[in-house]
């Protein structure tokens, strides 16, 4: 059972427009999500969270919003960067489990 | 501090044989977690540790895979009789406890990559 989906597994972006990468997940439990970036090599580094009390979050460029009727949470990078470029994946954990769920991954290439 | 280490980043091995991984978390986390990713997926939970004890571990962890963490700092994960379908990114992180509600970030090492043979 895949509790977490990230139904697009690229997407090709022009330098200075928005990114947007979308994620669904299934699992009503989960109260806390986070987006991870990583690059070729390297382990996931954290980009941004959301608490499921919060419908929005914005650090900088990124922004997450979170529809919980919808159980549908996506990330919009503006404007995006060719540094942007990289394998993005959203995670869902419940509180209290320490059992982080994450997506497939959206592989992001930002077009110089 | 240099974040999590791993080692080795790169083991290759043939079936059959047993491997051992280290990690070693950011000193003053005391949640360890061990994923495994293989090719287009995310990753996937293993277990995961809070100080020395394992207190969960996946399904997907056979009776060929343990991981310890004694006394509560680094921890080894060891794949015994090695299969080719072990072949996968093993990613260690950590976290620390946090006050009130909210989960914890988890801060990732660079991974061991094992190719089975």
């Known amino acids: 059972d895949q509790q977490v989906k990230q139904n697009s597994p690229s997407l090709s972006v022009q330098e200075g427009r928005i990114s947007i990468l979308n994620c669904d997940y299934t699992?009503?439990?989960?109260?806390?999500f986070l987006w991870y970036k990583k690059y070729p090599a390297e382990g996931p580094t954290f980009l941004i969270s959301i608490s499921s009390i919060k419908d929005k979050n914005e650090d900088g460029r990124f922004t997450v919003f979170l529809n919980k009727s919808a159980k549908h949470l996506s990330l919009h990078i503006v404007p995006s960067q060719p540094g942007d470029s990289a394998v993005y994946f959203c995670?869902?954990?419940?509180?209290?489990?320490?059992?982080?769920?994450f997506g497939t991954g959206t592989r992001l290439k930002v077009l110089a | 501090d240099t974040g999590v280490s791993q080692d080795p980043r790169h083991k290759i091995t043939k079936r059959g044989q047993n491997v051992t991984f280290r990690c070693d978390p950011i000193?003053?986390?005391?949640?360890l977690y061990w994923y495994r990713q293989t090719l287009g997926q995310g990753p996937e939970f293993l277990t995961y540790?809070?100080?020395?004890?394992?207190?969960?571990k996946s399904r997907l962890l056979s009776d060929r895979f343990s991981a310890e963490r004694p006394k509560g700092s680094f921890s080894t994960l060891e794949i015994q009789r090695t299969e080719q379908g072990d072949s996968a990114m093993y990613l260690c992180?950590?976290?620390?406890?946090?006050?009130?509600?909210?989960?914890?970030?988890?801060?990732f090492g660079a991974g061991s990559r094992l190719t089975v043979l």
């Open positions: 995670a869902g954990v419940t509180s209290g489990t320490y059992k982080y769920i």
């Open positions: 540790f809070q100080n020395e004890a394992q207190l969960e």
């Open positions: 992180a950590s976290s620390s406890r946090t006050g009130g509600s909210g989960a914890n970030v988890l801060t």
């Open positions: 699992n009503s439990m989960f109260d806390y």
């Open positions: 000193s003053e986390h005391n949640r």
